[in-house]
């Protein structure tokens, strides 16, 4: 199998990614978009990604053989399960849970959980209206997912699979959504199992070296809004 171009910096989108390719074991060439360094504006980026967002790929073995560029990490999720057969549900009914928590990820807490963090540590005024705001959404969106994972081992079911490499990125990161795990068990114990898994460690830690507190910056606020 040709490698796949993988457009990647480290962050909780590029992970969902990263940990795709480790999980389902495809070879990638990796092609880093310092984010930080506006090159997600490139003009051969966005021959790739349209929306000047990591990650992307190019797979130039793709639907009947000729190559495809995809941009949006849930599409990617979706095409490269598609393409092996694996982590998307065994049966009707579970490919429909695995898009249905897919699409509560894209939809729900990846930008809601991106809200609290941007108002919460990086914004150029405080806003204790957008804080409280987004707080409590991603409270009441991770209380949603403590009752579904009382429920199931995963996310979508019994099984690992692309539902959970979206989410675990983001929910990972509950500390800097100021949010408490307490009153959360099922969810603490989802957290620690995916965290435990080889694939998602190598997908975490893919380039992990790049990644950087913007605020170290001296011009750091000048770059929120660009990736």
């Known amino acids: 199998m040709a490698p796949i ?10 992970w969902k990614v990263s940990i795709a390719l480790h999980a389902l074991d495809l070879p990638y060439d990796l092609r880093l978009v ?3 360094a506006d090159a997600q504006f490139d003009t051969d980026f966005l021959k790739v990604s349209p929306n000047n967002k990591i ?4 797979d130039p073995e793709g639907p009947d053989g000729a190559p ?13 399960a598609r393409k092996t057969g694996r982590f998307c549900g065994e049966t009707e009914r579970e490919r429909i849970a695995v898009d249905e928590w897919l699409m509560w990820q894209m939809g729900g807490l990846g930008p809601m959980a991106g809200q609290a963090h941007h108002f ?9 209206y957008a804080k409280d705001r987004y707080r409590a959404e991603v409270a009441r969106l991770y ?11 995963f996310v979508a079911g ?13 929910a990972s990161l509950w500390r800097g959504q100021q949010q408490s795990l307490d009153d ?3 969810l603490a114990r989802w957290l620690e199992e995916v965290a435990d898994r080889p694939d998602v460690r190598a997908g975490r830690e893919l380039r992990a070296d790049l990644r950087r507190d913007p605020t170290a910056a001296a011009d750091w606020r000048a770059t929120l809004t660009t990736g």
């Open 158 to 170: 019994d099984g690992f699979t692309i539902a959970d490499m979206a989410i675990w990125p983001w």
């Open 5 to 14: 171009e993988f457009y990647y910096w480290p962050t909780p989108n590029g």
């Open 143 to 153: 209380g949603v997912l403590d009752r579904k994972l009382d429920e199931t081992r």
């Open 55 to 58: 990650p992307a790929i190019t």
């Open 184 to 186: 959360k068990p099922a």
């Open 34 to 36: 310092d984010i930080g």
């Open 68 to 80: 495809i560029s995809i941009f949006e990490s849930g599409a990617i999720l979706q095409y490269l």
């Open 120 to 128: 919460l540590k990086f914004a150029r005024e405080d806003v204790p």
